[in-house]
């Protein structure tokens, strides 16, 4: 056996050992999650929740029964927050969720909310129950004559609107002393806003004595309500109904 043979041998006899010692070769160690990392996790989550709330989307509790049957008490709507922020402003025939202009929801009480409705409501997750808000489908824009008589037919610029919307049984105007007749011109910058419950919505017809003279602001609008999110069975989109579309009222 020359030199050469023994140092092979040598070498051979050595890695049997070693294989023997440990067995087979040792692979690479599996990495444990960082614990450490978490509460950074966890804040990363917490702020992208936020940002999404404040300038995408966020869930609305519908408070009443004044958008039915668009819209059941209890219902959770998703509205978009994102669009107003490229100058877009609301339309007629949309359902936008806005923070009370003048005292709207004067004498009613909003239940209040525990610690954990409270959190998930500031980033967004539940709806944020202790927030003065209210929805209403848009009737007229800056610059548009709405007017009603009688029990209706509703006019936008002269012409009568069909709003298979309505709430099965109400009349598209209200024949009272109260408000439900009325003909208005919506100044530049608001909004004429209307339930489609109409015997059952407190909406820009009875707030007319306010200082906006029962006008929204468009920079009170928080946003269009796009999406019926919850309950699943009720699941569907918002669209802008027909009486509202291209061939509509003129400005």
């Known amino acids: 056996m020359g030199v050469g043979d023994v140092a092979g041998e040598a070498t051979r ?38 940002l999404i709330k404040t300038f995408l989307v966020q869930a609305f509790l519908i408070p009443s029964g004044s958008m039915q049957n668009t819209l059941q008490e209890g219902d959770r709507v998703m509205v978009d927050k994102l669009t107003p922020w490229f100058g877009s402003e609301p339309e007629r025939g949309e359902v936008v969720v806005f923070h009370d202009p003048d005292a709207w929801l004067r004498g009613r009480s909003t239940p209040e909310p525990n610690a954990a409705q409270t959190f998930l409501g500031w980033i967004g997750l539940m ?7 209210l929805i209403k489908r848009v009737i007229g824009v800056g610059g548009d004559t ?38 208005v011109v919506v100044p530049r910058g608001h909004l004429w806003v209307m339930g489609d419950h109409r015997q059952a919505s407190s909406d820009s017809r009875y707030n007319q004595d306010d200082k906006h003279h029962g006008m929204v602001p468009v920079g009170d609008v928080v946003g269009r309500a796009v999406v019926k999110a919850w309950p699943l069975d009720r699941w569907g989109t918002l669209p802008v109904p027909d009486a509202f579309d291209e061939d509509g009222p003129n400005r």
């Open 146 to 183: 709405v007017e009603c008589s009688g029990t209706g037919p509703l006019k936008v610029n002269g012409k009568a609107l069909d709003e298979p919307y309505v709430y099965a049984g109400n009349t598209p105007c209200t024949d009272d002393g109260g408000g439900g007749r009325f003909k």
């Open 127 to 133: 709806p944020s129950a202790g927030e003065k808000d």
């Open 13 to 50: 006899t050595a890695g049997s050992e070693e294989r023997g010692r440990g067995g087979a070769a040792p692979g690479p160690k599996k990495r444990r999650f960082p614990w450490t990392e978490l509460p950074l996790l966890v804040g990363i989550a917490l702020v992208l929740a936020l």
